[in-house]
């Protein structure tokens, strides 16, 4: 086991900066999720800690090793991608053996491990099938096999779970998540699905055009998200955002916002006071947030105007129009509001958060 560090990270694919001077540390024992939407540079990041891509400035570590510029078979690390990957003329057994007999190890103790991790895997009466004689949650298994077969200091998951149906998806990620703190193994997992980084990971990776945005754990992601993009990007429905302008009068400070206003925490006035601040943006989730028919006497109270609704069931999506804004509530089952109708949003103070427009960071 191994923690996994990154220093001054760079990778340019000609004027394309994929990876952008990272510098991080994953953590030993740990699971961690890298997490961004399309084109963000997960893929090339995971990449450059595997060896497949050789950073064009910048060092990797596992531990006190550097491997900056080991080959992939020299870094001993598994490696599970989204497609598996796996021989199709060679049998699941064989499949599995494959590293082992790269490194030439005796029958004896491949047979061993083989074993070992097809029980740890529940796919031992898989051994003597073909791949293509499996269900993608089955092949899937095996490729973890195989992986994790070499006993690697570092597991590298590519999206290891996005070709499988959405209920499988759920079913191997909890059994991905008990397998690495059975085995306490550094974990390293590229996504693009919240759900799935925000449920399996320790530690969360946020990472967008090729640059780090935030580095924490889910609840540090999505309770204080470091700066707009992360606000933006964590949570379904996404968080809300309104512009404000700042109004002083009498030594006070309020956020005007949509024809309302209201006076913020005692931390954010010290901010907007320190930092001069004329405008803020205005952050909340849409589960963080009441309909109701009359005004609040705190926090945030605007008006809205209905403009659907969403029925999912256990919870409604309501979509309502503030000012110009289009802003987001999830509300219980048996509120159902009619398009058209005006209502009030309101957010408890301890909800809302603020960021400053123009650095478009987090004002906490
Ligand atoms: P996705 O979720 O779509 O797989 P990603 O976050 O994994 O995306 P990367 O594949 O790492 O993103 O790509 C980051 C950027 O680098 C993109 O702009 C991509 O077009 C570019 N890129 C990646 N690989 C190469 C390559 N081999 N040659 C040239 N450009 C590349």
Do not use: C, W
Request: no cysteine.
């Amino acid at each position: 086991m191994v923690e996994v560090r990154l220093e001054g990270v760079t990778k340019k694919f000609g004027r394309v900066v994929a990876v952008n001077n990272v510098t991080l540390t994953f953590p030993d024992g740990r699971f961690s999720a890298i997490l961004g939407p399309s084109g963000s540079g997960k893929t090339t990041l995971l990449y450059l800690i595997a060896g497949i891509y050789k950073p064009t400035s910048g060092r990797i570590f596992f531990g006190d090793r550097e491997v900056t510029n080991l080959p992939p078979k020299e870094r001993n690390i598994g490696l599970v991608f989204q497609n598996y990957a796996l021989y199709p003329h060679m049998t699941v057994y064989d499949n599995i053996a494959f590293p082992l007999r790269l490194k030439k190890l005796p029958e004896r103790e491949i047979d061993q491990r083989v074993h070992e991790v097809a029980k740890l895997l529940r796919i031992e009466e898989l051994l003597n099938r073909y791949p293509s004689q499996l269900s993608g949650g089955q092949q899937q298994r095996v490729a973890l096999a195989r992986a994790l077969v070499k006993q690697p200091d570092v597991l590298l998951l590519d999206e290891p779970l996005s070709n499988l149906d959405a209920l499988l998806r759920l079913t191997i990620r909890t059994e991905l998540k008990k397998l690495q703190s059975k085995l306490g193994i550094t974990a390293i997992h590229v996504t693009h699905d919240q759900a799935e980084a925000l449920s399996i990971a320790d530690t969360i990776v946020v990472i967008d055009t090729g640059r780090i945005q935030q580095v924490g754990s889910p609840e540090d992601v999505y309770h204080r998200p470091r700066n707009l993009f992360v606000a933006g990007f964590i949570g379904s429905p996404p968080a809300n955002m309104l512009p404000g302008v700042i109004e002083r009068s009498n030594g006070n400070v309020y956020v005007k916002v949509a024809g309302a206003r209201f006076t913020p925490r005692e931390e954010h006035v010290r901010v907007i006071s320190e930092a001069g601040l004329d405008r803020v943006i205005i952050v909340f989730r849409p589960e963080h947030a009441k309909l109701r028919y009359e005004p609040a006497n705190s926090g945030l109270t605007v008006p809205a105007e209905v403009y659907v609704v969403e029925p999912l069931g256990k919870e409604n999506i309501v979509s309502l129009l503030v000012a110009e804004n289009l802003v987001k509530i999830v509300a219980p089952p048996d509120v159902k509001p009619e398009p058209g109708e005006k209502l009030y949003i309101t957010v408890p103070l301890e909800r809302i958060l603020l960021f400053d427009p123009d650095t478009q960071l987090n004002l906490e």
